[in-house]
């Protein structure tokens, strides 16, 4: 557990950038990575008290606050509408209900953890992320980005028609994901994202063509690079991704939905 010499509960996003600027300052999300570091912290900046917490829906799209759990994310009607029940999928896993209930949308995105399911599932849904002084960009752009001082306000998921369907292998069930795997189907493209390679999620498109799933999926994996870990070896999550992405493609079906 660190320690911080101070507390704040800012007013505002700038007050929390200006206090952010300092390398000894901290942004709390729901602390559940943060607690397990050891180095003490100048201030510690909670964001609680922005109103950010929320999910809002509109014609167009989600946005989704940086404070907002995960577990809210999980049960959240319309994204699961929406994306087929996705967010359930990509979210039930993760450590257990209380766990998901502190853990927050923001903290698990400008993490950019290797493991992540969350940050893989936003990939194939081509989700933007708000920056507050870097403005409004792709999430697998921010995903490559260095880590900076900025603060991540908002993820926004465009409602463009895709479908997606999500999945993982886990050790035991609440363990991080030995790979995670993420697909979406839209105007005759996949859009795929692999996590746990152990690397982060990164996206790979293809065209949906006339060749067996099996030929596809495969093809598909083959893009990615996998590494060993203690979890798994790279030959092993390569021949998961294989049987995975087929699965997923199976999924989703042979249609494309134009819009809903
Ligand atoms: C034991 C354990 C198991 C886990 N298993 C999984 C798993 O299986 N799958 C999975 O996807 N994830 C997993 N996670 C990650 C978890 O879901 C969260 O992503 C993680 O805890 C970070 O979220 P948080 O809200 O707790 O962030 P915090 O711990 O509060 O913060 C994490 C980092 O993000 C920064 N930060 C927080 N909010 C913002 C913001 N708005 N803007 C800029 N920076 C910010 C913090 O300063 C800190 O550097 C696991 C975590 C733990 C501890």
């Known amino acids: 557990m660190f320690r911080a010499k101070e507390y704040v509960r800012a007013k505002s996003l700038q007050e929390a950038y200006d206090l952010n600027q300092k390398r000894s300052s901290v942004l709390l999300g ?31 799209e989600f946005r989704i606050g940086c404070m907002c759990s995960l577990r809210r994310l999980e049960q959240h009607e319309g994204l699961n509408r929406y994306f087929g029940g996705v967010w359930k999928e990509c979210t039930r896993f993760i450590v257990g209900t209380q766990f998901r209930n502190t853990a927050t949308v923001g903290g698990s995105v400008f993490g950019r953890y290797g493991f992540s399911d969350i940050l893989t599932c936003l990939m194939v849904l081509d989700a933007q992320v708000e920056l507050y002084q870097g403005g409004i960009i792709p999430i697998a752009a921010f995903a490559g980005m260095k880590y900076d001082r900025d603060i991540l306000v ?23 994901p030995l790979i995670a ?9 996949w859009y795929a994202a692999i996590g746990a390679r152990p690397e982060k999620a990164v996206l790979v498109t293809a065209p949906v063509t006339e060749e067996p799933f099996e030929v596809q999926a495969k093809e598909l994996a083959d893009r990615f690079c996998f590494r060993d870990n203690l979890r798994g070896s790279g030959d092993y999550r390569r021949h998961l991704a294989g049987i995975y992405m087929r699965r997923l493609m199976e999924q989703l079906g042979e249609e494309d939905l134009e819009c809903r």
Request: with cysteine; charged share 40%.
């Open 154 to 176: 908002r993820v926004i998921i465009r409602k463009d028609g895709r479908r997606a369907a999500y999945t993982s292998q886990r050790r035991s069930k609440t363990d991080f």
């Open 181 to 189: 795997c993420g697909l979406a189907r839209k105007e005759g493209i």
């Open 30 to 60: 729901g602390m559940m990575w943060l607690k397990m570091g050891r180095n003490d912290k100048g201030t510690a900046i909670d964001l609680s008290e922005l109103g950010l917490d929320g999910i809002e829906e509109d014609e167009t």
